[in-house]
């Protein structure tokens, strides 16, 4: 496994189920996601300008290179963990990041969460239908 280099930072965001381990290095702004390209990866641009936020609150699309392992979850759970995980990255980077982060709300996880299903019950809230007679 490849050692920490002195200029190379760490981080973990989640988001539901979806966890993204972010390695954050100054370089020109490539992303690589699980070994893939960043546009292969996340095929929407809704979806890319939704992760690319952190980076571009403080201007540095162009200063940091990102390698990224994500596991679990889905597409959208998947990219808040990974704008999670840069959020924080960037924050251990420079601490002078962490107000424009923090303002803007990208270093508080998103605790939001599939509720279980309750026994009885259809659904975790749905109802069966009531009948009186």
Do not use: W
Not at 47 to 70: H, K, Y
């Amino acid at each position: 496994m490849a050692t920490k280099t002195k200029e190379e930072h760490l981080s973990v965001g989640r988001r539901k189920q979806a966890t993204a381990r972010v390695r954050l290095s100054p370089g020109s702004g490539k992303i690589t996601v699980n070994k893939h390209e960043f546009a292969d990866y996340f095929k929407e641009e809704a979806v890319r300008g939704f992760i690319l936020q952190p980076l571009m609150i403080v201007g540095a699309t162009e200063s940091f290179d990102v390698r990224t392992t994500i596991r679990g979850g889905g597409p959208v759970g998947q990219a808040g963990a990974l704008r999670h995980g840069i959020a924080r990255a960037l924050v251990e980077a420079n601490d002078e990041y962490r107000s424009t982060l923090k303002q803007s709300g990208m270093l508080t996880r998103d605790a939001r969460v599939k509720e279980r299903k309750k026994y009885g019950q259809p659904g975790a809230r749905k109802r069966f239908q009531f009948s009186k007679r």
